[in-house]
Structures are given as C-alpha cells and as structure tokens.
C-alpha cells in the first residue's frame, strides 16, 4: 500500500512539474481574453506604450513558502490537482498548520536588492514585477490590514532593517529607472472572509456562500481595498498592478469592485497599469500568456511570464532554460509585439541561484550588441520566416532581422534573405556586434545579403544576429 502511494506520488509530482514547466508555443489564447477592450485614459495609454518598450522584465515570486521549497501557495489549496509532499502531506488540517506556520522561520538574511537590480539592468531588464502577497495571504510588505505578514514580530526577518521586502525593491529598482509593478493575488487564503474556519475549504474559492453571507464578503472587499490601497500610497511611484487570482471576477461569484480599487489606485498613481489578469473587460489592460507565447502577434499589449527554471518558486533543484533558449524567447516574443516577463525565484535565504546570475549575464552580453532592436522596438510584417524573426524601430527608420540558431554560436550561409516590405528605401544594411560592409541587393521582392566568407566561419556571435537594415 505505503509503495503505491509513493509511486503514485512521484507520478503526481512530476505531471506538477510538467504543468508548471510547459514553456512551448501555443495559440495561447486560453490564457487571454479574446475580448481586449482598449483604455481610454490617455494617461494610461502613454505608460502602456512607455512600458511596451520596456520589452524585458524581471518577475519574482517570493515568501516563506520558500523554505519548502513549494509550488507557491498551491499546496494548501485542495485542488484536485494538487499534491502536498513531506512530512504533514497525510492531513490536510496537520499540513496548513505547519504551512501557515512557516513565517516563523522565514529569515532571508542574504537579501540584497542591489544585487539582483544590477544583474537585471544589466540584462536589458527595464521593470519588475514583485509578488507583494500571493494567495496564500502572506505579505511581503508592511500592511496594516493582518499580522500575516513579512514584518510581524513572529517572523525572525521583521528585526532586519530591511524588512519591508516589497518597499525595498521596488525603492531599489525604481533607482535604477524600472518601471515597477506590484503582483497582489485578489483571492487570501489566510483571511477568514475568504476561507472561513466554520467550513471546511474544498478549492480556491470562499467556502462560504457569499449570497448567505453577504458581510463577510463585504468585508474581504474593503480588506481587499485597502491593502492595494496602502500599495498605491506608500511605495512610491508604481506603474502596474498586477492582479492574479482571474476566478475572483464578476458574474454572480466574488466580485472585488474593480471599478473601485482601479479609481483609487489611478487617482494615486496617475496612469497605472491594471492587469486584472484573465478577466476580460476594461481592468485587463494587457494579456498574460504563461508559461506560453503566442504563435503570432496579437492585436493588444501582451506579456509572457515565464520562469527561467520549471517553478515560480526557488527550488534548488531547479533546471534553468539554457541562454540560447531564452534569448530566442525573448526574440520571438518581442518579434510578436510581446513583452517577456523572465521569472527568478529568490531562496528562502534570499538570493538567487548562480546559474540565475549566469543566465543574465549571457543575456547582457548578448542584449550589448542586440538590444536596440528589443528595447523600443515594435513588431513589423511578415514578423517572422524560419529561423528570422523581424522587429523596427517606433519611428520605422531602421529594421532588424534576429537570425536565431540552434546552437550557441551563430553559423552564417553565405547568403541570407529577407522578406522585409521595410524600410521602403534602404540606405545601409549591418550586422551588429560587427564591422563588416554588407553588400545587399534586392531579389524578387527579398533582401538578399551576402556575408564575408570570414563572418561564415566565425562571426564570433552568440545565439542570434542581428541584421540591422537602415532607411
Ligand atoms: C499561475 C500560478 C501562480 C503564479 C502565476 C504567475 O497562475 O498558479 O501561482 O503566481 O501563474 O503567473
């Protein structure tokens, strides 16, 4: 009996693992609205177009679920698809006590937000989004509204000087021009007006029926209400917020008042960004693809989040995508108009792996030389061909051509072509991180370009070039 549940067990966690690690290309759409309903506010507008060309963020989801080194927060959700692992897994009850009780221990003395704000700057990284409280109800910054948080006196870390975790990044990261986003889950699964003691919880939902308790309900809207609004207040300039938890929606079921918290979160923070993540309508301002991009560019802002390991939590396990692979991510992604949102899951002592840093610093390396056609750029037809994939300038006064590879130094032919309908008119076509003069000329509508038999055999550059063709 006791080796059929191991078995079992092990066949549950690795299909966990399949789920959280399915970084492919889908249509995506599942994970979108189908419904884009565009802001209005020109306020909103202009840091929607401002962060569009931020292109490259720095995700991170971060709380004393840490130290197990556990799916975020799923653990204590009785999803069916959900598997508690260790010593407390065999009781719901024995394992949410334990769980809840982690903050007593959660102390990351290795915290240094100027570390990772270096490492991700130096990556072309332009904004971060911070999980401030994920569903499990923990907070990682100073609320009043609960003692579930990073700064009561039962967490051994709330002694440090630094404690207010949230505030210290996005202070950290704002000094260095991020632009800065606050995740917030709407659902808590601490608080009793979402999950009440008086019954047992059966999914991710209230356990309670909110038409028969309407104040309790009440209550987890202004609780709600106010801790975003103590993010809107008191961290300084924010630029999105970034709601998960898409099942408290409108429709008869645990609607928040979004209406209510956007206004308030806008008459605070002119322009924010709200992402009321895969709830369509008017809070939605971008869509979220996770784990997943699009096969083609969609017709609204749109940002992939995506962990660069196969879990949003540190796990030291963990197997980080190689920097070939997320390299070519973020090409075909910006080539689509997207945005990459590159998750990195700090440990519970606070810092992250090295191969974390070794990630970025290959990205930088290659971001040197590449990124002016990431940062600012916009997606240009035909967006991509085979292994080429197109971005241009805002004004359309240059356009690059990404060769990916499929190794880690690139192997040029002698000829490459280019189905660029621009620049109209061209006036010089390089290869960046290069100084070689390219000869060009156009052949049946494409831009054929021969390359140096020198560059052939060694170009000397990494995971793809970048063909720069000037108007
Ligand atoms: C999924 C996960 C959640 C995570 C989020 C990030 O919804 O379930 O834990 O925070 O993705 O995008």
Known sequence: MKKTIVACSVLFAAMLTVKQ?????????HHMSKEYVAPTDPLVIKKLDKWQDQRFGLFMHWGPYTLWEEVESWSICPDDWVVRKGPYSADYNVYREAYEKLPNEFNPVDFNPEKWAKAAKNAGMNYVVFTTKHHDGFCMFDTKQTDYKITAPNVPFSKNPKANIAREIFDTFRKDSFMIGAYFSKPDWHSQDFWWKYYPVMGRNTNYNIKMYPEKWAAFKEYTYRQIEELMTNYGTIDILWLDGGWV?????????MPKIAAMGRKNQPGLIVVDREVPGEFENYATPEQ???????PYPWETCMSMGDSWTYTHTDQMKSSLKLVTLLVKIVSRGGNFL???GPSAKGDWTPQAYERLADIGAWMKINGEGIHASRPVAPYSDNNVFYTQRKDSSATYAFFTSDSDAVKLPETVAFAIEKPAKIKRVTLLGTKAKLSWKLNNGKLEIKIPKNLQQQSGLKYAATFKVEA
Not at 292 to 298: A, I
Request: proline share 11%.
């Open 21 to 29: 690690a399915t970084a492919q290309e889908t249509d995506g759409l």
């Open 249 to 257: 929606r409108p429709g008869g079921k645990q609607e928040i008042d």
């Open 292 to 298: 997943t991009l699009p096969e083609k560019p969609l």
């Open 342 to 344: 590159l998750n990195i």
